[in-house]
């Protein structure tokens, strides 16, 4: 590990003494941290730090693309950086800062957050983040540095204890209109939803969980805009949409808030077309008196279950099987269309399966179908 004296001083800027975040060029050919030598020059200063020389009267500051690109491969192992990340979070607030510079920081942060977990918390608290990320991600003329910001948001929320501030902050508003907009961030805001509803270690306390997924479930749009990223969004952007509702759903209260956005239709739609993430939300519905009342009137529904049950894996099959339990234990139409489909069949042949909890349910769907006169005519 480098220690400070190991940090060369062509990386240090003149003024801070400190590794350059974002080095640019004076026009008396001395390079400083763009941070720095504006704070020099909005003092009022008319002279180069070093030289003491008059500055021309509209004096530039250019970037130094060749020493930044020296201290982006130094930086990872730079201690500096970690005891000092606000040098990074001044880049991205400054308004002289260029895009260019802001993607470096932002790059640069999330290595950063990535490999330290220290590092992390200690960016979480600081005060200036979040509202610098927010500005970043209302940035509609850079679509690259959103999803930076996305990548940062998403390497701190492995800290459980930040996952409540980040929701509590202002970033839902911000996650909710990418989901809701055409863009290329939109996989990446749904993954960020997700790990704001979930566990990253089994310490983490059931409370604190149910406040994410019940906030996030009652913001305006988050579930409807996930449904609707389900129903017409790219085959990645469908998975990881559904992968958040899976997790929001496992909190009761938002099964129905999916169910009335309409979620069932485009859930086994979706199953239809090969998304075996559809399936396992479908089987978290089906524990509810509206979605089960939806999937009895979408009609294809035990079809489409028996089709996953046939084709299907492990978990696929596991969650078909919930949900066909819940159907059929309260619907005699679903137990008709059932041993229509073959599902008694199927499920006698899954007994054989290797996966203990398939094995389990399939024996409990068998007992419920053989349960109803028509089954002993088959």
Known sequence: MASEVDVPDHLKCPIS????SDPVILSSGHTFDRSSIQRWLDAGHRTCPITKLPLSQHSSLIPNHALRSLISNYAPINPLNHSH???LISTLTSLSSSPISKLDAL???TRLSHADSLFRRRLSDSPALLPALLSCLHDASSPALRHRVLSLLLHLS?????KVGLVAEGVLSRI?????APSDCRAVAATLLTSLAVAATLLTSLAVLHVNKATIGAFPRAIHALVSLIREGRPRESKEAATALFALCSFPNNRSRAVECGAVPALLRSADSGLERSVEVIGVLAKCKEGREQMVRFGECVKI????LRNGSSSGVQYALMALYSLCYHSE???????KNGVLEICEGLLQDDNAKVKMNSSCLI????QHPLAELR
């Open 17 to 20: 003494l400190q590794i350059m």
């Open 85 to 87: 990340p606000h040098t």
């Open 107 to 109: 790059r640069l942060l």
């Open 158 to 162: 492995l800290d459980d204890d930040t």
């Open 176 to 180: 909710v209109a990418l989901l809701s």
């Open 305 to 308: 279950l028996a089709r996953v």
């Open 333 to 339: 139409e679903s137990v008709l269309e059932s041993l």
């Open 367 to 370: 007992q419920l179908l053989r």
